[in-house]
């Protein structure tokens, strides 16, 4: 069983910026990030394959970067240009793949909130 400990989240003013990290018990194929809010689905934020190709939303686009530090199993998010409405609880994600299977892992999520 994968474990995803987030970390970094909290109040920032508009334009501000946050870095999330997220630490994984064991290596994953994919990491990243997804964000909910009250009564929408969660969305997709962004993602990084272990052979570095990486996924953005077009929301984020130029104003957030993942990276991943494979030998720590940890996935970081920088977060710049903060708007309102990247307010939302930041969930990890991480990708199992082995032969025959899939699996999906969720952190517990993280609050950020950008507000002045």
């Known amino acids: 069983q994968v474990q995803l400990v987030e970390s970094g989240g909290g109040l920032v003013q508009p334009g501000g910026s946050l870095r999330l990290s997220c630490a994984a018990s064991?290596?994953?194929?994919?990491m990243g990030w997804y964000r909910q809010t009250p009564g929408k689905q969660r969305e997709l934020v962004a993602t990084?394959?272990?052979?570095?190709?990486?996924t953005y939303a077009d929301s984020v686009k130029g104003r957030f970067t993942i990276s991943r530090d494979n030998a720590k199993n940890t996935a970081y998010l920088q977060m710049h240009n903060l708007k309102a409405e990247d307010t939302a609880v930041y969930y990890c994600y991480g990708l199992q793949v082995v032969p025959g299977k899939r699996q999906d892992y969720w952190g517990q999520g993280t609050q950020v909130t950008v507000s002045s």
């Open positions: 990084m394959t272990s052979g570095v190709t990486t």
């Open positions: 064991f290596g994953l194929y994919t």
